[in-house]
């Protein structure tokens, strides 16, 4: 018995190997999905950690029931309205749906399981469109990439022992399911199963979002709160180019200028740049068609067209990560045999944009007995975040910057403010930003344990009131954006 166990587990193990192995380029549906996930995790179990962080909604039904939650939703599951009984097709499409489908992430680094200190947090977000399905492709493709070049090629080896990765190769599992057939142009799967556009779902600094919090969005709202996440990319097709926040402005930000400039706006462009420019075609700025060029490939997103409840903006204000967009191709859900391609014009700039999480200055706030301090607010002089960026549980901040010269300012209430003056080099090829820690002198539990939280009102809107100003561009933007909607 034990022999033939052993013989059993031992062929288990071989095809998990070979399913690791080799990944074609070709569309991988959900069951199809989680079992190269799967495999890659029972082949490289010390290097990976495989987790879901949430369940679509197809199955469930959501009812209003204002005040049971922040979100005012609550979630019940009910039999499959859309199938009939007796129906084996549909009995099986029930089945499979009943409880929504996971919303995989697979974490790669050599402390895949847990954050360490010094270590920065990144990832990789795709198809939050479902039918945007080129990234949902090449993350697999990344995935494989990383995993067999790990401790045989230098450079893959260190950027994993430095930094861990988070790829998340379907936000919207529901809506790729829902579209049959490669189109490139806008379908239905856009969406999730409520019909909810996941890159608007999310709470808004400019204005007010009255859509309902979706499952997914949920999810990947506890995910950003969760983890120290620093940088970040959200992978979407039906154009060519990197966008950068804002998404979403005012006339504080530049909306009348037709630009929402963040305060970090120069480091956004080198992010962007950095993609845009180690793809093999995207830096051209030809766009999809001669009526769009983006020049050196890059937008700044609300320059494209204004939107609200947008997953970057979120990300970096509420999140302290910085997130671009990147529409990776013209064609929204191209031809499986294009996937080869598009994973050889995108593997180097998926590498070198992850490189950047080292970019700045990273450390830790302590007290004089070296505790650490949660929640002090750690911000670079002249460039002050609405909702200011704060450490994490074990005291740490990360701030991507550019290399030059900067005064970081901690602050912990009740004590004087400390300033550091830092010169910070280009880092990104060590694998590691400038370290600087700061000490303070004993702190309180008292302080210690204060919660610090950032409102999730529209941040920007009270700047707009002081400065009253006019919106006449509006109406005009409204127009020359209506047709560009469909995209981010
Ligand atoms: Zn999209």
């Known amino acids: 018995m034990r022999a033939a166990a052993g013989g059993v587990g031992g062929i288990l193990i071989l095809c998990l190997l070979s399913a690791a192995a080799t990944l074609d380029f070709k569309y991988h549906h959900t069951e199809e999905l989680e079992k190269y996930l799967r495999g890659v995790h029972a082949a490289h179990p010390s290097l990976t950690h495989l987790h879901s962080i949430g369940r679509s909604v197809e199955g469930r039904v959501q009812v209003p029931d204002m005040g049971t939650n922040e979100t005012g939703l609550h979630l019940i599951e009910l039999e499959n309205p859309f199938v009939t009984p007796g129906d084996e097709e549909g009995a099986k499409m029930k089945d499979e749906a009943k409880e929504g489908r996971d919303l995989w992430v697979l974490v790669l680094g050599r402390f895949p399981t847990h954050h360490k200190i010094g270590i920065p947090e990144f990832k990789y977000v795709a198809n939050m469109h479902g039918d945007e399905t080129v990234g949902r492709e090449i993350?697999?493709?990344?995935?494989?990439?990383?995993?067999?070049?790990?401790?045989?090629?230098?450079?893959?080896t260190r950027l994993l022992n430095n930094t861990r990765v988070h790829i998340m190769p379907t936000m919207n599992p529901d809506g790729f399911e829902a579209t049959k057939v490669p189109d490139c142009y806008y379908t239905r799967g856009r969406?999730?199963?409520?019909?909810?556009?996941?890159?608007?779902?999310?709470?808004?600094?400019?204005?007010?979002?009255?859509?309902?919090?979706?499952?997914?969005?949920?999810?990947v709202m506890d995910w950003i709160k969760n983890e120290t996440f620093v940088l970040s990319a959200n992978l979407h097709g039906g154009a060519l180019v990197a966008s950068y926040t804002f998404d979403n402005g005012n006339p504080v930000t530049g909306s009348l200028k037709g630009y929402s400039r963040s305060?970090?706006?120069?480091?956004?462009?080198?992010?962007?740049?950095?993609?845009s420019s180690n793809h093999a075609s995207m830096y051209k700025g030809t766009g999809c068609d001669n009526r769009q060029t983006f020049p050196g490939?890059?937008?700044?997103?609300?320059?494209?067209?204004?939107?609200?409840?947008?997953?970057?903006?979120?990300?970096?204000?509420?999140?302290?990560?910085?997130e671009i967009t990147l529409e990776l191709s013209c064609c929204k859900y191209p031809p499986a045999d294009q996937l080869e391609k598009f994973w050889r014009d995108n593997k180097v700039a998926l590498i070198e944009y992850i490189k950047q999480v080292h970019l700045g200055v990273k450390g830790q706030v302590t007290d004089k007995n070296g505790n650490p301090i949660p929640d002090a607010i750690v911000e670079v002089k002249g460039r002050p975040h609405v909702c200011p960026y704060r450490t994490n549980e074990q005291g740490e901040y990360f701030l991507l910057l550019l290399p030059g010269t900067y005064v970081i300012n901690a602050t912990v209430p009740g004590f004087k403010s400390m300033l550091k003056t830092v010169e910070i080099p280009d880092n990104t090829g060590n694998f590691s930003a400038l370290k600087q820690d700061f000490s303070f002198p004993e702190v309180s539990d008292k302080i210690r344990s204060r919660v610090a939280s950032c409102p999730k009102t529209p941040l920007y809107q009270e700047l707009t009131r002081a400065s009253a100003a006019v919106k006449p561009t509006v109406h005009v933007l409204v127009l020359m954006t209506v047709t560009l909607v469909i995209f981010k």
């Not at 969406?191 to 979002?209: K, M, Q, S, T, V």
């Not at 305060?263 to 993609?275: N, Q, R, S």
């Open 139 to 156: 993350l697999l493709h990344l995935i494989d990439f990383l995993v067999t070049s790990y401790g045989r090629d230098p450079v893959i």
């Open 191 to 219: 969406y999730n199963r409520n019909g909810a556009d996941l890159n608007r779902n999310f709470p808004d600094a400019f204005e007010n979002n009255s859509a309902n919090i979706q499952p997914e969005t949920q999810a």
């Open 263 to 275: 305060p970090d706006d120069d480091v956004f462009i080198h992010l962007a740049k950095t993609y």
């Open 297 to 322: 490939g890059i937008t700044n997103g609300y320059s494209w067209y204004q939107l609200e409840g947008g997953m970057q903006d979120y990300n970096y204000v509420w999140g302290q990560c910085f």
